[in-house]
């Protein structure tokens, strides 16, 4: 049973940092490419980062570019996503998914694995 639990949400300042994690279990992490998605409230849900299963490869929403960070650890089957200079707008629940393909992947129907998602509130 594959299971993605996202840790590391929360309530921050604006301009303020977390460091979300994605935990992965039940499949083998190097063999997918990971993502980061969010949704806010009415909102649709949409790309955020990914990399690629070797880590050698990332990509952002321009939204984002230059103030977020994905990587990760396959040694400890885990995602990382560094939110920095947050803003107000940056506030949804953030997903992160898996997807056994080579490539960066934006488009959260490649997707075969999600997880429940965690709270990230930003308050200016």
């Known amino acids: 049973q594959v299971q993605l639990a996202e840790s590391g949400g929360g309530l921050v300042q604006a301009g303020g940092s977390l460091r979300l994690s994605c935990a992965a279990s039940?499949?083998?992490?190097?063999?997918?490419?990971m993502g980061w998605f969010r949704q806010a409230p009415g909102k649709e849900r949409v790309f955020v980062a990914a990399?690629?299963?070797?880590?050698?490869?990332?990509g952002y929403a321009d939204s984002v570019k230059g103030r977020f960070t994905i990587s990760r650890d396959n040694a400890k089957n885990t995602v990382y996503l560094q939110l920095n200079s947050l803003k107000p707008e940056d506030s949804a629940v953030y997903y992160c998914?898996?997807?056994?393909?080579?490539?960066?992947?934006?488009?959260?129907?490649?997707?075969?694995?999600w997880g429940q998602g965690t709270q990230v509130t930003v308050s200016s």
């Open positions: 990399i690629t299963w070797s880590g050698g490869q990332t």
């Open positions: 039940g499949l083998t992490f190097d063999n997918y490419a």
């Open positions: 998914a898996a997807a056994q393909t080579l490539g960066i992947v934006t488009f959260t129907g490649r997707y075969d694995y």
